[in-house]
């Protein structure tokens, strides 16, 4: 059985020494892992970051470190197209945005000043693309000589539409973690998502009810709600356990 997991939370550079990133330490994908591990029959591609908790070592479990999305997206289009995966699990935290220029507070208002003319005077979608094309990422250390450093971010692709597109057979688990909203609003944003990534199944979770040992969270379906954990460990074992019913009654 072969199985491909995602843990952590991917880093998006800014320069050579700085990064935006995300809060996930990856320790559920860390109890996915050992949970599965408990199948003999089991077989376990790990893609994380430097940074996040990782599984025991295991004969049975290839690592597979990434560190920003780009190349996150990269790893799992080489492993889909290498090997049929039973089920996929994508529990990494992935940035929404990565940068995409930056600027010290006199490049930005000169890089402005210097546009504003040719566009009349006002700012517009079409002078900002401007005003980046004339910016690249930066290289080495950006100076912390200024007051204000302008970055500006761009959207990642949503890496988990690919999973199906590239292994359509797979069983397909998805997350989705919101903040401070009733539990009808958390499955409606849930269940969108999986429609959307064509998951099987999303695990909703509220970071509200995340802290300490516990971290309560839902598992659905498109037909509603099937389970629900309370600790990292409960979720993991009820993910593992739902999965393996399915694919030995197929």
């Known amino acids: 059985m072969n199985i ?10 800014i320069d050579d020494v700085r990064a935006i990133t995300n809060h996930s330490t990856g320790a559920l994908g860390q109890a996915l892992a050992q949970a599965w591990l408990d199948d003999p029959t089991c077989q376990i591609d790990y893609v994380t970051t430097k940074t996040a908790k ?3 070592a295991d ?4 690592l597979h470190l990434i560190e920003g999305t780009t190349e996150l997206l990269n790893t799992l289009q080489q492993l889909l197209t290498a090997k049929t995966y039973d089920a996929v ?5 992935v940035s929404d945005f990565t940068p995409a220029a930056s600027f010290s507070e006199s490049a930005f208002y000169q890089a ?3 546009a ?11 002078l900002i693309e401007q005003v980046l094309s ?33 292994q359509p057979d797979t069983l397909l688990v998805g997350f989705k973690l919101l903040t401070n909203v009733s539990k009808e609003a958390l499955f409606a944003v849930a269940q969108a998502s999986l429609r959307k990534s064509q998951a099987d199944y999303v695990l909703a979770n509220d970071l509200q009810q995340i802290h300490g040992t516990q971290h309560i969270g839902y598992l659905l379906n498109q037909a509603g709600e099937v389970a629900q954990g309370k600790t990292k460990a409960e979720l993991a074992a009820l993910i593992v356990t739902t999965l393996q019913h399915d694919l030995h009654s197929a």
């Open 89 to 93: 699990i994508h529990s990494m935290a």
């Open 59 to 62: 004969p049975r479990l290839t």
């Open 4 to 13: 491909l997991i995602t843990a952590g939370g991917t880093s998006e550079r």
């Open 54 to 56: 990782r599984p025991q």
């Open 112 to 114: 402005l000043n210097q």
């Open 134 to 166: 004339a910016e690249k990422q930066a290289t080495g250390k950006i100076s912390s000589d200024t007051n204000h450093l302008f970055v500006v971010l761009e959207k990642t692709p949503k890496v988990i539409q690919i999973i199906k597109q590239l």
């Open 116 to 126: 504003l003319p040719h566009f009349g005077n006002q700012v517009t979608p079409a």
